[in-house]
């Protein structure tokens, strides 16, 4: 990874919260939590299960790493999650026949059955957001390709 690189010192106005990238981000993940919060809390889910049942509900009987992979999580903060989704019933969690180290995550019928409730919640949000779909995209697509170039950037 390269080291990002310092901007010259008059590229920075001032270091006040609202005119700073990381807070305009920050402060929005907090405004979009307190949207979801009530939405998934009648599904019983927090906001990373919300995320994990989202990953399966695309692709099912996925390896725990291949989870931690797509949410950015490791196996300290991800396992936690995934016994808990257990518990309630959602998911199964099985060592691969092939390799025991590895753990196979699948949906239960309930996690199944739970993708329909959850069907609603993009466009909550997007009401929520007071945006188009076409927007959200546009923008997601933006910050995709932020959260790539940091990655790469990264120390």
Excluded: H
Aim: with cysteine; proline share 6%; aromatic share 4%.
């Amino acid at each position: 990874m390269r080291k990002a690189k310092s901007p010259a010192p008059s590229s920075l106005k001032t270091l006040v919260p609202d005119q700073l990238l990381c807070f305009a981000i920050y402060s929005t993940m907090t405004g979009l939590n307190k949207v979801y919060r009530p939405l998934l809390k009648e599904m019983r889910l927090t906001y990373p299960q919300y995320l994990v049942m989202l990953v399966l509900w695309d692709s099912d009987q996925r390896m725990v790493s291949q989870i931690g992979e797509s949410l950015f999580l490791d196996s300290p903060t991800l396992t936690p999650l995934l016994k808990r989704l257990e518990a309630a019933g959602l998911l199964t969690r099985r060592r691969s026949s092939s390799d025991e180290r590895q753990v196979i995550v699948s949906l239960t019928p309930a996690g199944r059955k739970l993708q329909a409730r959850a069907a609603g919640i993009p466009a909550c949000i997007a009401t929520a957001m007071e945006c188009s779909m076409p927007e959200i995209e546009a923008l997601n697509d933006k910050l995709v390709l932020m959260r790539n170039a940091l990655l790469r950037n990264a120390t």
